[in-house]
């Protein structure tokens, strides 16, 4: 269930923002209740951290799947950790997503200060991409703007302009 209120995709399904908030919200629940139910799913855990990142809350995001780590660290006997180690991919690969995007911004920004705009493009093209589902909007934003900035110094103004039309299109 959690998985369907997250589906619509921001800027390309017509979901009012009113709305994906409200979805997001509802999926947030479910995905608190699924992990209070069972601590050890990494699966939930993923998906409520991906509901955090939906609502703009990526530092949290970013905590619960380092608490996660941490835990699925802990002593666990063989046959749950073998279970767990194939389930604990989910969390370990969205935190990993995160991190690269987050280096690639900041490569990106700081090609851009150095004036190496083709750099600073192909950085922030990177950060972009690490998120196709556009789970956090706002850095998404962020990024595209950054990219559109390099677009239009490296004279691409109609790339550039497409990265602005993805941006009002993603945050009206």
């Known amino acids: 269930k959690v998985q ?3 589906l619509p995709l921001p800027g390309r399904s017509g979901q009012e923002p009113a709305a994906r908030t409200s979805w997001t919200q509802e999926a947030l629940r479910e995905a608190k209740g699924a992990c209070e139910a069972r601590p050890e799913d990494d699966d939930a855990l993923a998906w409520q951290a991906r509901c955090l990142l939906r609502l703009g809350r990526r530092h949290e995001a970013r905590e619960l799947l380092h608490s996660a780590s941490g835990f699925h660290e802990g002593g666990l006997h063989d046959g749950e950790e073998r279970r767990h180690s194939a389930a604990s991919s989910s969390s370990s690969l969205l935190s990993s997503s995160l991190r690269r ?3 690639a911004q900041q490569r990106g920004q700081a090609a851009m200060e150095r004036g190496d705009f083709l ?4 950085h922030f093209s990177a950060a972009f991409d690490s998120d196709p589902s556009l789970l956090d909007i706002d850095f998404s934003v962020g990024i595209l703007c950054s990219r559109s900035r390099a677009r239009h110094r490296l004279g691409q103004l109609d790339a550039a302009l497409e990265d602005l039309q993805l941006t009002v299109a993603l945050s009206p």
């Open 4 to 6: 369907v209120l997250l």
């Open 101 to 103: 995007a987050e280096a």
């Open 119 to 122: 750099e600073a493009e192909a």
